[in-house]
């Protein structure tokens, strides 16, 4: 298992910038993939930024170029640069982290955060 909380977030106005961070209760070296999703009103959840054990990230079309995701290992923490932020990136923001554990492969979610982006 592993236990995600994070931090951050908050109301910005257009074209603003936020940080969000998730702490992990275990070294991230051992989780299989961490990211961040969203979800906003009316609308399913969906992939914002991901990266792998082994360092490979990817980013949903609609955040490149603005949103990066980087990590922090001696701190197992992920965090998400939010910059040139955009009304319609308003949303909860959750952090996810995919186990492996024996035969299974679990997902594991912070309590979220709400990002609002509005002026």
């Known amino acids: 298992q592993v236990q995600l909380v994070q931090s951050g977030g908050g109301l910005v106005q257009p074209g603003g910038s936020l940080r969000l961070s998730c702490a992990a209760s275990?070294?991230?070296?051992?989780?299989?993939?961490m990211g961040w999703y969203r979800q906003a009103p009316g609308k399913q959840r969906e992939l914002v930024a991901a990266?792998?054990?082994?360092?490979?990230?990817n980013y949903a079309d609609s955040v490149k170029g603005r949103f990066t995701i980087s990590r922090d290992n001696a701190k197992n923490t992920v965090y998400l640069q939010m910059n040139t932020l955009k009304p319609e990136d308003t949303a909860v923001y959750y952090c996810?982290?995919?186990?492996?554990?024996?035969?299974?492969?679990?997902?594991?979610w912070g309590q979220g955060t709400q990002v609002t982006v509005s002026s």
């Open positions: 996810n982290a995919r186990v492996v554990e024996g035969p299974y492969e679990n997902d594991y």
């Open positions: 275990r070294s991230i070296f051992s989780i299989l993939r």
């Open positions: 990266f792998t054990s082994g360092g490979v990230s």
